[in-house]
């Protein structure tokens, strides 16, 4: 039994088309991968099924008895909230039957006859439900998914204005994963997670007794988790049985038939073309032709197989610094109390260092205070002669209606349109996307405009946090080899071991410095 059917959907922003006619349905307990390029309609696509959005045509048929839960990144959470308590959240419906079960208990002193049976009978309802739900095991599974999140380490009487972007981002998140819904919508649930919380999700996701549809850039993660491929391709969706691995060996298989198909059909084409061109204008074959003629009109004609475009990366060292890039002297840095003991660091030129340790720890926090963006609390930190950093952000807000290329242009002006639309196109980004305002395009879409840009601006150290999230496959091995050809110095934060381990020279573990 589907849970939800979608019949020739389709959806464009202004010109540009997102997704044509496309349809599928998903089925109870089905766990889906959804993925596509960059911009290739994905969020899009989980948009119009919670709503957010509205199709330009097709229908979308949800199961009116179907609970759905979505992953939402921009819930304000109030202030004077615990954490706790807004876990509990989750179980809303089954804290107000015990609030009703004590009014009932209230009401029954005073009750006799009819009026008590009524009110055992409402009593003893709302008991069952609350045995079937295992609602006195409430505060035992939040426990279990706080600790899996990683959540528990920051005390869950914390207010949850204090918590941090990501911090935040897991708190819904297992907000979300203790309301088990029929359908999860998951869209790249593990930006924020260590490696441990990753591991604790994708057990959790591998037995999940319900349906989810998930968004993740991470392949090695979804590959454990999902048994149905859903690809987006081309304003297009395909469906494919089996983990992410499966749908690679059959998505190769299925471009070479289309490539043959297309290649066949043009050859028949042009026998076609050939023949009409040389017999319509004779009388003994005239027929013939005009039947080919026919023939060529009624042909459904085959796309040429097309690849998405490719990024390419590159940054430049514009003048040399001196040997020692920075050092510190008992650095303490934190904003109210320090986060670790007193910090005695050096980077020289040349290296390249990923800093690593838990969410929360601290590292988007360090490389600020080595940026100077951040009063240290004790200590200093030195940076050498003609020392230039180029610092990527983790988050960036996103404001007005500007495109990527009138940004690009703004921020270099010395540029010529040419030219900035040249470097955006060589960084994976379409003409659509080049003109699209800015706030609009995909989070991949985002992350490759700011490469683009961190790619123009004069410096020779890089300093990057968490430079993949959002990012696809393809750019994120072009990132890779970029940062591995980079002959300047590297200050890199990122939970992804595997993108990092073959070119850093050394790893700094925070979870040490405590």
């Known amino acids: 039994?589907?849970?939800?059917?979608?019949?020739?959907?389709?959806?464009?922003?202004?010109?540009?088309?997102?997704?044509?006619?496309?349809?599928?349905?998903?089925?109870?307990?089905?766990?889906?991968?959804?993925?596509?390029?960059?911009?290739?309609?994905?969020?899009?696509?989980?948009?119009?099924?919670?709503?957010?959005?509205?199709?330009?045509?097709?229908?979308?048929h949800w199961n009116p008895t179907a609970k759905l839960g979505n992953l939402e990144q921009h819930i304000q959470l109030e202030s004077g909230?615990?954490?706790?308590?807004?876990?509990?959240?989750?179980?809303?419906d089954l804290l107000n039957a015990e609030q009703e079960m004590l009014a009932i208990s209230m009401e029954m002193g005073n009750a006799a006859g009819e009026q008590l049976d009524k009110l055992l009978q409402r009593y003893s309802h709302l008991q069952t439900i609350l045995d079937q739900h295992d609602f006195y095991q409430m505060d035992a599974k939040i426990?279990?998914?706080?600790?899996?999140?990683?959540?528990?380490?920051?005390?869950?009487?914390?207010?949850?204005?204090?918590?941090?972007?990501?911090?935040?981002?897991?708190?819904?998140?297992?907000?979300?994963?203790?309301?088990?819904?029929?359908?999860?919508?998951?869209?790249?649930?593990?930006n924020y997670l260590d490696l441990a919380h990753i591991e604790w999700l994708k057990n959790y996701l591998s037995t999940y007794p319900y349906a989810f549809v998930l968004i993740s850039h991470d392949t090695g993660f979804m590959n454990e988790v999902v048994n149905v491929i859903y690809h987006l391709e081309h304003n297009q969706l395909f469906r494919y049985t089996g983990n992410y691995q499966q749908f690679l060996k059959a998505y190769e298989l299925r471009k070479e038939q289309i490539h043959q198909q297309y290649q066949k059909q043009q050859e028949e084409i042009q026998k076609l073309e050939t023949y009409i061109q040389k017999n319509k204008a004779r009388a003994s074959t005239a027929k013939q032709a005009k039947s080919r003629e026919k023939k060529l009109e009624k042909m459904v004609r085959?796309?040429?197989?097309?690849?998405?475009?490719?990024?390419t990366f590159s940054f430049q060292v514009h003048y040399q610094p001196a040997r020692l890039i920075l050092e510190t002297e008992d650095l303490?840095?934190?904003?109210?109390?320090?986060?670790?003991?007193?910090?005695?660091?050096?980077?020289?030129?040349?290296?390249?260092?990923?800093?690593?340790?838990?969410?929360?720890?601290?590292?988007?926090?360090?490389?600020?205070?080595?940026?100077?963006q951040?009063?240290?609390?004790?200590?200093?930190?030195?940076?050498?002669?003609?020392?230039?950093?180029?610092?990527?952000?983790?988050?960036?807000?996103?404001?007005?209606?500007?495109?990527?290329?009138?940004?690009?242009?703004?921020?270099?002006?010395?540029?010529?349109?040419?030219?900035?639309?040249?470097?955006?196109?060589?960084?994976?980004?379409?003409?659509?996307?080049?003109?699209?305002?800015?706030?609009?395009?995909?989070?991949?879409?985002?992350t490759k405009v700011r490469l683009c840009q961190l790619q123009l601006t004069t410096g020779n150290v890089l300093v990057l946090d968490e430079p993949t999230n959002h990012l696809d496959t393809s750019a994120k091995e072009a990132l890779q080899q970029a940062l591995q050809a980079y002959e300047g110095t590297i200050l890199l934060v990122s939970h992804e071991p595997e993108f990092y381990q073959s070119w850093v020279t050394q790893v700094w573990d925070m979870e040490k410095w405590v």
């Open 143 to 190: 426990e279990e998914v706080a600790a899996g999140l990683g959540l528990t380490s920051l005390g869950l009487k914390t207010d949850v204005s204090k918590l941090s972007g990501g911090q935040r981002t897991k708190l819904l998140l297992a907000k979300l994963l203790l309301t088990q819904p029929e359908v999860l919508l998951l869209d790249e649930p593990t």
């Open 332 to 372: 303490k840095i934190g904003y109210h109390e320090s986060l670790f003991s007193a910090m005695n660091i050096k980077l020289e030129r040349g290296e390249k260092v990923a800093i690593v340790g838990h969410n929360g720890i601290g590292k988007t926090t360090t490389l600020k205070t080595l940026l100077g």
């Open 302 to 311: 085959i796309d040429k197989p097309t690849d998405q475009p490719k990024s």
């Open 374 to 446: 951040i009063k240290p609390i004790e200590g200093n930190v030195i940076l050498g002669d003609r020392v230039q950093p180029v610092y990527f952000s983790q988050e960036v807000l996103i404001k007005g209606n500007q495109t990527a290329l009138e940004e690009t242009c703004s921020l270099f002006p010395h540029l010529t349109q040419k030219e900035a639309r040249t470097m955006l196109a060589r960084c994976g980004l379409r003409s659509e996307h080049i003109f699209q305002p800015l706030r609009t395009l995909s989070g991949g879409e985002q």
């Open 1 to 60: 039994m589907s849970i939800l059917d979608v019949e020739q959907l389709s959806h464009s922003y202004g010109d540009k088309a997102v997704l044509q006619n496309i349809s599928f349905r998903i089925l109870k307990g089905e766990h889906i991968g959804l993925v596509g390029a960059n911009g290739a309609g994905k969020s899009t696509l989980f948009n119009l099924l919670t709503g957010k959005l509205l199709p330009d045509s097709g229908h979308i």
């Open 81 to 92: 909230v615990t954490m706790m308590a807004f876990l509990q959240g989750a179980f809303q």
